[in-house]
Every structure is written in C-alpha cells, then in structure tokens.
C-alpha cells in the first residue's frame, strides 16, 4: 500500500487488538498515525514501538462516548500534520452474554455510547477536517454481528447493525465530496477482549465458521489497509466481511 505513505490516519482504540494491529500496520506502510484510546499506557506502548521503528504516531487519550474527545482527537492530528487522510474507527467493547431481559443497563448504555455513538461522532469531526483538505476515506468496525443476529448479544448486536447503517448512509453523503466510507465486520478475531468474554477459548466458534478457525489481527489489517488506500478508489459504502465465512451461511 504504497500509497499511504505520508498519509495521516486516525485509529480509535488503538492501543490493544484490532487497533494497536491496524496503527502498526498503517505505520509500516509509512502512515503518520494519530491514536486514540482510553488506557494512556497502552497507547503510549504502541507510539513507542512506531518510533523505534522509524515511523511516526501521536497519541491522545480519548473516550469516543465524548465528543469532545473525537474534535480534539481529529485537531489533534490536523495540528501535528496539518490534515486528514484517513480514519480506521475501531474503538468498541463487548460486555457479558445475556438475554435482553437480564442485560444490565450499563452494558446497554456503554456499548451504544461506545461501539455506535462513537462512530458516528468520530466521522462527524474526521469528515469535516477532510472535507477542508479535498478527501479521505474512513474505515469503522462493525462485526459478523453487524451482518446477522446471535442470541444473548441483542445490545451488541444492535450497536453494530448501527454502523452498517451509519456507515452506508455516510458513504452516500460524501461520495460526490471525495470522502469514501466503508466498514469491516470482523468474525471472531484473537484479541484481549475476545479473550476476555470467551475465557480464551480459541475454538469456541470453530463449528460455526467455515475455516473452523478464528482470526488473527492481521487479517483484519490488510482489509482495513486496503479499504483505507487508493487500490480501492471505487469502493464506498461497501461491508467487508473478515469472518472465515460465516456471513456466507
């Protein structure tokens, strides 16, 4: 991806999985990248790793529940860099399984506030930075779960059939103005928290996905990468299932 070289890139939830991946990644490829998360020594952890590597990255403590954080983070990289090329809103969070009658409210409010409010807040501040520079393309994370239901998940569930729909919506709004906007929805993906909410079992999804394996980071990356850079300069509005095949079932 030669193209995103010098290129300015925005990753929410950048310090741990998908996130900390995607910045590695995009910095390898020569990506100025401008990291938001919560847990400051975390992302401190991967602006670090990017500088020893020669690369450059920023990082900003940012909760996108605020927007106020999202502004400041998106000011953040217009005022290191000067613009916005891109954006990879990753930054999400899944609580417990439980039928939506034994959903605690907070798990309901968190979720959405995060995993939906989130992204709609970040592209709100990423488009108009772009829109000042002549364009950009933005990358959210939805899920397998974004495509089709799973039970005991309905909040989650919901959350990411938002940013289908936010983000389909979107990419009708700026694909006149240069901007395009797509999403990935990742099925179940080795991370942190993917590790948390199914007590590490690698293979608890094993019968439901067609590879009868879970995936990697990585995977995820080189879609975000691609959907991020100029090889996909035809491409707006458009879901890209990362999910061994699930969503094909």
């Known amino acids: 991806m030669t193209d995103l070289d010098g290129k300015?890139?925005?990753?929410?939830?950048?310090?741990s999985g998908m996130g900390r991946d995607a910045c590695l990644a995009l910095a390898r490829a020569g990506a100025r990248v401008a990291i938001g998360g919560r847990r400051t020594a975390e992302g401190g952890t991967v602006v670090e790793a990017i500088r020893a590597a020669g690369g450059q990255a920023v990082f900003r403590a940012t909760d996108v529940s605020r927007p106020a954080d999202c502004a400041a983070l998106v000011q953040c990289a217009l005022d290191t860099w000067g613009r916005l090329d891109g954006a990879f809103n990753n930054a999400g969070l899944q609580r417990e399984f439980a039928d939506v009658h034994e959903t605690p409210d907070a798990d309901i409010a968190d979720v959405i506030d995060i995993n939906l409010k989130g992204v709609l807040y970040m592209m709100k501040y990423e488009a108009a930075a772009?829109?000042?520079?002549?364009?950009?393309?933005?990358?959210?994370?939805?899920?397998?779960?974004?495509?089709?239901?799973?039970?005991?998940?309905?909040?989650?569930?919901?959350?990411?059939?938002?940013?289908?729909?936010?983000?389909?919506?979107?990419?009708?709004?700026?694909?006149?103005?240069?901007i395009r906007v797509n999403a990935v929805c990742p099925g179940p993906i080795?991370?942190?928290?993917?590790?948390?909410?199914?007590?590490?079992?690698?293979?608890?999804?094993?019968?439901?996905?067609?590879?009868?394996?879970?995936?990697?980071?990585a995977e995820v990356s080189a879609a975000v990468l691609w959907l991020l850079s100029a090889a996909s300069s035809y491409v707006t509005g458009a879901l890209l299932a990362v999910d061994g095949g699930m969503s094909a079932g």
């Open 190 to 217: 080795k991370t942190p928290s993917y590790d948390r909410v199914t007590g590490s079992d690698d293979h608890m999804y094993d019968d439901g996905v067609p590879m009868h394996r879970i995936g990697q980071p």
């Open 8 to 15: 300015v890139i925005v990753v929410t939830g950048g310090g």
């Open 130 to 178: 772009m829109l000042a520079t002549g364009g950009g393309a933005i990358v959210n994370n939805s899920s397998i779960f974004g495509l089709k239901a799973m039970p005991h998940l309905a909040y989650y569930v919901a959350a990411k059939h938002g940013i289908v729909g936010a983000t389909r919506a979107a990419a009708l709004d700026y694909a006149a103005r240069g």
